[in-house]
């Protein structure tokens, strides 16, 4: 019965660490920074998941004019242009794409109307 016991331990030991793993690689992936992460890029991951929220309860004509949750693909992308650096790109099924700065999750980049004075100002 003790190794019965033991066993079912071991087997979720290694549960947990393969999953710890697994997230850790996800988080990396989508460009969380997780050596440096402060309650500024926990707020900002926060807010992303308060604007998918109201985007889910927001209705179906707004979701074909600003991307909404029909999302394609999501790449992560080398910034070329700064020289480092990624960013994050967004494909929709309308053929639209956004793009955020993985480190501060803020929209850098859009193909849509509603979304150009959110941009930063280049100049």
Same mark, same amino acid.
């Given at each position: 019965?003790? &190794?019965? $016991?033991?066993? $079912?331990?071991?087997?979720?030991?290694?549960?947990?660490?393969?999953?710890?793993?697994?997230?850790? #690689?996800?988080? #990396? /992936?989508?460009?969380? @920074?997780? /050596?440096?992460?402060? %309650? @500024?890029?926990?707020? @900002?991951?926060? =807010?992303?998941?308060?604007?998918?929220?109201? #985007? =889910?309860?927001?209705? %179906?004509?707004? =979701?074909? !004019?600003? &991307? &909404?949750?029909?999302?394609?693909? /999501?790449?992560?992308? #080398? @910034?070329?242009?700064?020289? *480092?650096?990624?960013?994050? *790109?967004?494909?929709?099924?309308?053929?639209?794409?956004? !793009?955020?700065?993985? *480190? %501060?999750?803020?929209? $850098? &980049?859009?193909?849509?109307?509603?979304?150009?004075?959110?941009?930063?100002?280049? /100049?």
């Amino acid at each position: 019965m003790k &190794g019965f $016991i033991l066993v $079912i331990l071991c087997i979720i030991g290694a549960l947990l660490i393969v999953g710890g793993a697994v997230a850790y #690689s996800f988080m #990396s /992936e989508l460009g969380v @920074n997780m /050596e440096n992460m402060d %309650s @500024n890029t926990i707020n @900002n991951i926060k =807010d992303k998941v308060i604007d998918v929220a109201s #985007s =889910d309860s927001s209705s %179906s004509s707004s =979701d074909s !004019q600003s &991307g &909404g949750s029909d999302i394609v693909s /999501e790449i992560i992308k #080398s @910034n070329g242009q700064n020289g *480092e650096g990624q960013y994050r *790109e967004v494909t929709y099924k309308d053929g639209g794409f956004r !793009q955020y700065d993985t *480190e %501060s999750g803020k929209l $850098i &980049g859009s193909s849509y109307q509603s979304d150009q004075g959110s941009l930063p100002n280049l /100049e």
